[in-house]
């Protein structure tokens, strides 16, 4: 897979970070058909992406979120492609992450 994203963001008080935006899948694999974001790194992947129907090869999106708290973050996009482009299938699923680094000071 490839992503896009800013190498690392650095925000004051709490401003929006830059997270990874996009991604395609790999030789063999390239439906892609889910994304989901972990913006605090916790592994669990509570916001979900935009509506694929497994005809994209390639995609790109945008979106922000802003922290709270002075630290180190590491949000994450996950993207998920299927041979068959079967958005629907659990099998045959290739996932693939791209993170960034945010600080906030």
């Known amino acids: ?8 963001a650095c925000r004051r008080g709490g401003g929006a970070g830059a997270v990874p935006r996009g991604g ?24 979900g992406g935009p509506r694929f129907d497994g005809s994209e090869t390639r995609v790109s999106f945008e979106t922000t979120c802003a922290f709270s708290e002075p630290g180190t973050y ?14 629907d299938s659990p099998f045959a699923r290739v996932q693939n992450l791209g993170r960034v680094r945010v600080v906030v000071s």
């Open 1 to 8: 897979m490839a992503f896009k994203a800013t190498p690392r």
């Open 74 to 87: 590491f949000p994450a996009l996950r993207v998920v492609s299927q041979r068959q482009a079967d958005v």
């Open 24 to 47: 395609r899948g790999p030789a063999g694999s390239r439906h892609v058909v889910h994304a989901e974001w972990d913006f605090e790194g916790a592994g669990d992947y509570p916001v």
